[in-house]
């Protein structure tokens, strides 16, 4: 039996009660939240495992008491569950997910014997996020899921029920009280949140466009709520953008990245030389501008590829016969150099007069009507690559962020495919300040990995700005500039500690002299053949060899070998490399016909090394698209013996 004191001690009321476990749970939180920033660095927990030991009595005691009315029965079931939720905070925080999540669902079984109400909806969803982490940072994101999609539901539910704003989730322990407005605010910060952690999930589960849309209004709410870290933010929708840019989305992608450099952009310039608030370094803003400046460059880079693959699938002269294109490189020409020659299809002027013909003889009303269908499809097409990609939305304003300047930011770069070299050079231009900004930060000396990356950023530009230049000295010049940028980063690596990079740059390299040797070879043709300079190219046919047979050195076991079987992302490269190595032994222009011979047998001879990789490991290299370049091979294995025979026959 309870002693007297203890008798006399006990609350004589509900509300005596209420009032102790109230001051309990209060003193275990200043425990948890204050004393534990003195603890020492050996027991980092001692703190947080004394305020929960002191939860856990509160529990008990509130799980003791007997309510007399159904409004009591309320209060003390979301007691209980919000020191359930308290106590499970404290468990992963400790690094205890398994008791942590003990705690959560202890806290909503617990209100689920209540009805959805103001004073324990807030508390439901915020546990349901929390819970949903725990899950996922244990793998199980299916569980996440359907925890947050409960969240979402439940929020969608209340907001629809037209019911004022709800309690805080621990409000049942408060003495002050908010007005409805902080509670608005306290409550659709729960479920940005939410939002936050269906937008991570959806990406690992592989929904890219839906983790975008959740990401997208997520940055939205933060940002209309001023609840957020403008670094964090600014550099999630730069980060953003590089989904839009994967889905040739590039008026969002540059929407966001243009919001993203204006939030930062206000930290600099609110922070002189460095951020005033003690969370923020210099270095953490430089950092994040750097990062950002990143994700444009990615923009410019991916812009500016895509323009050109456009631009090469729409020209009908790009669409040459390869296997034609590459016996013509090895045919002997006594005064001429092999040109690469474009074709245009036979008919095609016939075609157009036909067309022109044809357009003339209709009527006014009917061609008229026919030109209004084609702009309804092309608005329709316009829009579909716009929003749909995205995902399916009523509000297309849902798709742009609202509450930032973003104007002077928008207009560096155009948001379209480029089409003519003045919208190219805007692009490479913008994109080349980027990679100087960026560069400023990931120097090479201590940042290699990123540097390299940067910079071969740059080289790309270069490749596909020389595309959109009709003067082939020019783009001569520009894969000089492509060659300089890579040997300055190639040079000082150590293959052994950065052999993935290594490999990337000698293939790049080889690939900016190859494409050298055809503009040279183009340059030549127009020459008169005294002022044809065949010892400089056949320098510089031998230089990307030596690139191309360095990147296939690489690739080599320690005792110098090549495996038998390579890993999947370097066979399409290695089997390139060796037809490309091939076609330069045949672009050769040697001074007499032994030497001449000489080329094409090693010609044939890395024809046959790409065969005979492809032929042992046929099922590796299906699906790598590779059969073009094994179809050219295969025919030029069967070609060249011929033509060395002829040679010989004549010799």
């Given at each position: 039996?309870?002693?007297?004191?203890?008798?006399?001690?006990?609350?004589?009321?509900?509300?005596?009660?209420?009032?102790?476990?109230?001051?309990?749970?209060?003193?275990?939180?200043?425990?948890?939240?204050?004393?534990?920033?003195?603890?020492?660095?050996?027991?980092?927990?001692?703190?947080?495992?004394?305020?929960?030991?002191?939860?856990?009595?509160?529990?008990?005691?509130?799980?003791?008491?007997?309510?007399?009315?159904?409004?009591?029965?309320?209060?003390?079931?979301?007691?209980?569950?919000?020191?359930?939720?308290?106590?499970?905070?404290?468990?992963?925080?400790?690094?205890?997910?398994?008791?942590?999540?003990?705690?959560?669902?202890?806290?909503?079984?617990?209100?689920?014997?209540?009805?959805?109400?103001?004073?324990?909806?807030?508390?439901?969803?915020?546990?349901?996020?929390?819970?949903?982490?725990?899950?996922?940072?244990?793998?199980?994101?299916?569980?996440?899921?359907?925890?947050?999609?409960?969240?979402?539901?439940?929020?969608?539910?209340?907001?629809?029920?037209?019911?004022?704003?709800?309690?805080?989730?621990?409000?049942?322990?408060?003495?002050?009280?908010?007005?409805?407005?902080?509670?608005?605010?306290?409550?659709?910060?729960?479920?940005?949140?939410?939002?936050?952690?269906?937008?991570?999930?959806?990406?690992?589960?592989?929904?890219?466009?839906?983790?975008?849309?959740?990401?997208?209004?997520?940055?939205?709410?933060?940002?209309?709520?001023?609840?957020?870290?403008?670094?964090?933010?600014?550099?999630?929708?730069?980060?953003?953008?590089?989904?839009?840019?994967?889905?040739?989305?590039?008026?969002?992608?540059?929407?966001?990245?243009?919001?993203?450099?204006?939030?930062?952009?206000?930290?600099?310039?609110?922070?002189?030389?460095?951020?005033?608030?003690?969370?923020?370094?210099?270095?953490?803003?430089?950092?994040?501008?750097?990062?950002?400046?990143?994700?444009?460059?990615?923009?410019?880079?991916?812009?500016?590829?895509?323009?050109?693959?456009?631009?090469?699938?729409?020209?009908?002269?790009?669409?040459?016969?390869?296997?034609?294109?590459?016996?013509?490189?090895?045919?002997?020409?006594?005064?001429?150099?092999?040109?690469?020659?474009?074709?245009?299809?036979?008919?095609?002027?016939?075609?157009?007069?036909?067309?022109?013909?044809?357009?003339?003889?209709?009527?006014?009303?009917?061609?008229?009507?026919?030109?209004?269908?084609?702009?309804?499809?092309?608005?329709?097409?316009k829009k579909l690559t716009k929003f749909s990609d995205l995902v399916d939305m009523e509000e297309i304003?849902?798709?742009?962020?609202?509450?930032?300047?973003?104007?002077?930011?928008?207009?560096?770069?155009?948001?379209?495919?480029?089409?003519?070299?003045?919208?190219?050079?805007?692009?490479?231009?913008?994109?080349?300040?980027?990679?100087?900004?960026?560069?400023?930060?990931?120097?090479?000396?201590?940042?290699?990995?990123?540097?390299?990356?940067?910079?071969?950023?740059?080289?790309?530009?270069?490749?596909?700005?020389?595309?959109?230049?009709?003067?082939?000295?020019?783009?001569?010049?520009?894969?000089?500039?492509?060659?300089?940028?890579?040997?300055?980063?190639v040079t000082p690596l150590n293959n052994q500690h950065f052999l993935q990079i290594s490999r990337a740059?000698?293939?790049?390299?080889?690939?900016?002299?190859?494409?050298?040797?055809?503009?040279?070879?183009?340059?030549?043709?127009?020459?008169?053949?005294?002022?044809?300079?065949?010892?400089?190219?056949?320098?510089?046919?031998?230089?990307?060899?030596?690139?191309?047979?360095?990147?296939?050195?690489?690739?080599?076991?320690?005792?110098?070998?090549?495996?038998?079987?390579?890993?999947?992302?370097?066979?399409?490269?290695?089997?390139?490399?060796?037809?490309?190595?091939?076609?330069?032994?045949?672009?050769?222009?040697?001074?007499?016909?032994?030497?001449?011979?000489?080329?094409?047998?090693?010609?044939?001879?890395?024809?046959?090394?790409?065969?005979?990789?492809?032929?042992?490991?046929?099922?590796?290299?299906?699906?790598?698209?590779?059969?073009?370049?094994?179809?050219?091979?295969?025919?030029?294995?069967?070609?060249?013996?011929?033509?060395?025979?002829?040679?010989?026959?004549?010799?």
């Amino acid at each position: 039996m309870p002693t007297l004191t203890e008798i006399a001690s006990q609350p004589k009321s509900f509300e005596d009660w209420f009032k102790s476990v109230s001051q309990q749970v209060a003193e275990s939180r200043r425990v948890i939240e204050e004393l534990s920033k003195e603890d020492p660095p050996t027991e980092p927990f001692r703190s947080k495992y004394a305020g929960r030991n002191m939860l856990n009595s509160a529990l008990k005691r509130a799980q003791d008491v007997e309510p007399s009315t159904d409004a009591e029965i309320s209060r003390a079931r979301l007691a209980q569950a919000t020191i359930n939720y308290y106590i499970g905070q404290v468990s992963s925080e400790v690094e205890e997910p398994t008791e942590a999540e003990k705690n959560f669902q202890s806290c909503l079984d617990i209100l689920g014997l209540e009805p959805i109400s103001i004073e324990n909806i807030a508390l439901r969803i915020h546990v349901h996020n929390l819970s949903a982490a725990l899950w996922s940072g244990r793998g199980c994101h299916d569980k996440s899921f359907e925890l947050l999609e409960r969240a979402k539901e439940l929020h969608a539910n209340f907001v629809h029920s037209k019911q004022p704003p709800p309690n805080t989730y621990d409000e049942v322990f408060m003495d002050e009280s908010f007005s409805e407005d902080e509670r608005n605010v306290m409550f659709e910060r729960i479920y940005t949140n939410t939002l936050f952690y269906l937008a991570q999930v959806y990406g690992v589960r592989g929904d890219n466009k839906m983790a975008a849309a959740h990401c997208h209004i997520t940055l939205q709410r933060q940002l209309e709520s001023d609840d957020f870290d403008p670094l964090d933010w600014s550099l999630n929708c730069a980060t953003l953008s590089q989904y839009y840019v994967t889905m040739n989305n590039y008026r969002s992608a540059r929407h966001t990245l243009s919001c993203a450099s204006s939030v930062i952009s206000n930290i600099e310039e609110s922070s002189g030389s460095g951020y005033c608030d003690e969370s923020y370094d210099n270095d953490k803003i430089l950092k994040t501008r750097a990062d950002i400046e990143r994700c444009w460059i990615k923009y410019c880079v991916n812009l500016l590829g895509d323009s050109v693959k456009e631009a090469r699938d729409s020209d009908i002269s790009d669409k040459v016969n390869k296997i034609t294109e590459m016996k013509n490189a090895f045919e002997e020409k006594d005064e001429e150099p092999v040109v690469e020659e474009t074709e245009t299809k036979e008919g095609e002027g016939e075609k157009g007069d036909e067309e022109k013909e044809n357009k003339e003889d209709k009527p006014k009303e009917e061609e008229e009507g026919e030109k209004k269908d084609e702009e309804e499809e092309d608005a329709g097409k316009k829009k579909l690559t716009k929003f749909s990609d995205l995902v399916d939305m009523e509000e297309i304003e849902l798709l742009r962020i609202t509450n930032v300047e973003t104007g002077q930011y928008e207009e560096l770069v155009p948001d379209e495919l480029c089409t003519t070299y003045e919208d190219a050079r805007m692009v490479f231009k913008a994109g080349s300040k980027f990679i100087e900004n960026a560069a400023q930060y990931y120097k090479f000396d201590d940042h290699v990995t990123d540097n390299v990356e940067i910079k071969q950023d740059l080289s790309k530009l270069y490749r596909d700005l020389a595309f959109f230049d009709t003067d082939e000295s020019r783009q001569c010049k520009m894969h000089k500039r492509r060659i300089d940028t890579l040997t300055e980063l190639v040079t000082p690596l150590n293959n052994q500690h950065f052999l993935q990079i290594s490999r990337a740059l000698r293939f790049e390299l080889g690939e900016a002299r190859n494409q050298m040797v055809s503009l040279k070879y183009s340059i030549a043709a127009e020459l008169p053949i005294e002022q044809q300079n065949w010892k400089k190219i056949n320098n510089l046919c031998f230089s990307a060899v030596q690139e191309f047979e360095a990147f296939c050195d690489l690739l080599k076991d320690p005792n110098g070998d090549l495996p038998s079987t390579l890993v999947d992302d370097t066979v399409k490269p290695y089997i390139v490399s060796q037809i490309y190595i091939a076609r330069l032994y045949g672009k050769f222009r040697p001074q007499d016909a032994k030497q001449r011979l000489a080329f094409l047998q090693k010609a044939e001879t890395h024809f046959q090394k790409a065969l005979d990789y492809y032929d042992a490991n046929e099922a590796q290299c299906r699906g790598m698209d590779v059969e073009e370049e094994m179809n050219v091979a295969r025919e030029m294995a069967h070609f060249l013996p011929i033509k060395m025979e002829k040679m010989r026959a004549t010799m």
